[in-house]
């Protein structure tokens, strides 16, 4: 036996000698982690496709045969959605924690399914404005409860670049929305008066289709054995292996035992002193690199198209086409770049993104305010900013997820999130909204420069006090509360 079962009434006191993490870290990647990556990581394509979709449709919403809705209304649904994604990751976060990775994964992506599916069907602001808050309560739960089951899934070695990958995934959604947009306004396909409601509709029944994947996904073997369910846990590892082993041959044999107690999860007392007294440090670098990387990012794609409309010309019917080159540097950063955050090192690859995408910005600022750019200069200047920028935020979510005890992963991944998402979600659209409407390329150049300021500091904090987390497991860079 590799791990003993306690009786439920011990099992607050019980000592646990397992090698299960240990087995989960030594296999080799195959068609069963694949499967798992592809099943879970669809939660940033469905974010993306949501954020781009909703951007991409805002000038078809103010039309009078649509939903004729204000400016002001389509900017207040935006914020709802980024609400809700904040209340939904603190609560869902400290569900994931509590009731299980599997339970909450399900659940949040069966609330996003359905309430993105009674979007298509909005006859006015006021259920429009509350289906989009309820759509972000199930995204913002999807990023607690995936970012942990990846981590606790997927093996040590190749830890930072699958994770980089699947948050960078976020653009692949937002071509998707643009790519949608295009076609379904089409007059020729269905016209704007149908065609915002059957992207949203066609949102959903993606959503629906992952589900149904979803479902041959364990639950965590981690999160089991913490709470006190070593035989479940390890006949899921065991069927893994099987699994594994007919693709792979033979697995080589395994030493490493943690010997840990399951208890019952962490008061908000606790979790209280671990961030801010036992791993302070951490949690600083967390926080630096989640408020930076959300400002940076929610400052430039939240005013995309003002930008291109208002300085550059560009018609709003174009805008769209603008999207793909920015999301395709968005996403090639993470996959070319993942693998150095497992070799080179995290530190040093955090700092390395977060200073050059810092410095990128801030030149491509200086050009614009000179003058220099044209529209489509200025989108290829931006992929070449956002190809460090996305694998730097991909980054932070890694570090947030890795560095703090499985007893409250879930949560902590929730916290970040949601201050982070929070603060730069509201505060960086509003500031760059306004200095865009004072017409001053010098005002919105000074906007860019305070982005390129948090980034390159939070940067330089991250290569000062950041963890050494590459190739490491989860219980060795954060052992579990209940380690002995």
Request: glycine share 10%.
């Amino acid at each position: 036996m590799t791990a003993t079962a306690p009786t439920p009434d011990a099992r607050a006191a019980a000592v646990l000698q397992s090698d299960l993490p240990a087995r989960l870290d030594r296999l080799p990647w195959s068609a069963w982690h694949w499967r798992v990556v592809l099943a879970l990581g669809v939660a940033w394509v469905l974010d993306g496709l949501e954020v781009t979709l909703v951007g991409s449709l805002g000038g078809v919403l103010e039309r009078g045969d649509t939903l004729a809705l204000s400016a002001s209304q389509i900017g207040l649904a935006g914020s709802l959605y980024v609400g809700g994604a904040v209340l939904g990751a603190l609560l869902f976060g400290r569900m994931a924690d509590r009731w299980g990775r599997k339970r909450l994964f399900m659940a949040t992506l069966a609330l996003y399914a359905v309430a993105t599916l009674a979007t298509a069907f909005s006859p006015g602001f006021a259920f429009f404005a509350a289906c989009r808050f309820v759509t972000g309560l199930g995204i913002g739960g999807e990023y607690a409860a995936i970012n942990s089951a990846i981590d606790e899934l997927v093996p040590a070695r190749v830890r930072g670049r699958v994770n980089l990958a699947i948050n960078g995934s976020f653009w692949l959604g937002a071509a998707l929305g643009a790519g949608l947009s295009l076609v379904l306004l089409d007059p020729a396909v269905l016209g704007p008066v149908w065609g915002w409601r059957a992207g949203f509709a066609l949102g959903a029944l993606l959503a629906v289709a992952i589900v149904l994947v979803r479902r041959h996904v364990p639950e965590s073997p981690r999160w089991l054995l913490m709470h006190g369910r070593a035989d479940e846990a390890g006949r899921i590892v065991a069927a893994i292996e099987a699994e594994v082993e007919r693709e792979c041959g033979a697995l080589p044999p395994v030493a490493q035992r943690l010997a840990l107690q399951a208890r019952a999860m962490p008061s908000l007392r606790e979790i209280a002193h671990v961030l801010l007294a036992r791993y302070r440090r951490r949690s600083a670098v967390a926080l630096a690199l989640m408020l930076s990387q959300a400002f940076f990012y929610n400052a430039i794609f939240f005013t995309y198209a003002l930008v291109l409309t208002r300085f550059h010309g560009v018609p709003d019917a174009r805008v769209a086409l603008y999207i793909f080159p920015f999301a395709l540097g968005n996403v090639l950063g993470p996959l070319l770049l993942g693998p150095l955050f497992d070799h080179v090192g995290r530190r040093r690859m955090i700092a390395l993104t977060y200073v050059g995408a810092g410095i990128g910005l801030a030149l491509t600022g200086w050009a614009f305010m000179a003058g220099l750019l044209d529209a489509r200069s200025q989108a290829l200047a931006w992929s070449a900013v956002f190809f460090l920028a996305s694998a730097a935020a991909s980054s932070a979510y890694l570090t947030v997820s890795e560095v703090f005890p499985l007893e409250m992963r879930a949560q902590a991944i929730a916290l970040f999130y949601a201050v982070g998402t929070g603060a730069g979600g509201f505060a960086a659209p509003w500031l760059f909204g306004a200095l865009i409407e004072t017409g001053s390329r010098g005002a919105v150049t000074v906007g860019y420069a305070v982005g390129a300021v948090l980034v390159i500091a939070a940067g330089l904090l991250a290569l000062r006090f950041g963890v050494d987390a590459e190739r490491r497991a989860l219980e060795e860079i954060a052992p579990p509360l209940g380690t002995h």
